[in-house]
């Protein structure tokens, strides 16, 4: 059964791999906001503290996870904030086609708005019943279980709304624009005219 679950090219490893970009940042709830800008309803930034964050209704998520360097982790129980409870609290602006899923330090990965509202797509803060460790993206990471693992943003700190669609970090570094791992669209290179950025 959890092999047909496999896409092609995966295998599921021994343990859980961690892979990341850069350091490990530490966590301050005092100065921690989580915001959302871009092409809002409004016009206006939206931004709440970690107390507020942390009072966002919460959901439940069972998903496997796929990394771009071909190992997969079956199973994993996500809890966490809905981008729906986001959507709701900070509506975009109807011509929003895109997202940009900004982390610490500036990282940042653009992902479709079909994607984001996806039924798995989660503001994670636990793992299989207990919050995220460090090095896994604690406190909040998106989880967007049916694409390639670094769509997945660890550290999140802001959702831009995009009318047009942009590279993120490792996108403008030869990733794939959309990183669906059933279509093993890993590079750039294999993309098909409509997939990426005008």
């Known amino acids: 059964m959890e092999q047909s679950r496999l896409p092609p090219g995966q295998y599921v490893p ?10 490990v940042p530490s966590f301050k ?16 930034e939206h931004c709440v503290t970690w107390p507020e964050f942390e009072r966002l209704p919460r959901t439940s998520v069972l998903a496997d996870f796929h990394c771009v360097t071909k ?6 129980e996500w809890r966490g904030v809905s981008p ?19 982390a610490e330090y500036g990282y940042g990965a653009n992902i ?11 503001f994670a803060m636990e793992l299989d019943g207990k919050p995220l460790s460090a090095e896994r993206g604690f406190p909040v990471r998106l ?19 995009l009318l047009e669609d942009r590279r993120g970090f490792w996108e403008e570094r030869g ?6 791992p059933w279509r093993e669209q890993r590079y750039s290179y294999q993309e098909e005219p409509g997939e990426g950025p005008p």
């Open 14 to 23: 021994r343990g859980r791999p961690v892979i990341h970009y850069g350091r």
């Open 84 to 102: 729906a409870a986001i959507l709701a609290a900070a509506p975009p602006d109807p011509g929003v086609r895109h997202v940009m899923i900004w």
């Open 175 to 180: 990733y794939h624009n959309v990183a669906d």
């Open 71 to 76: 190992w997969s982790i079956m199973g994993n």
């Open 29 to 44: 709830p005092d100065t921690w906001d989580f915001r959302v800008f871009g092409a809002t309803a409004s016009g206006e």
């Open 112 to 122: 479709r708005m079909s994607d984001f509202t996806a039924a798995g797509t989660l």
């Open 143 to 161: 989880v967007v279980p049916h694409l390639y693992a670094w769509k997945s943003v660890k550290w999140v700190r802001a959702v831009e709304y």
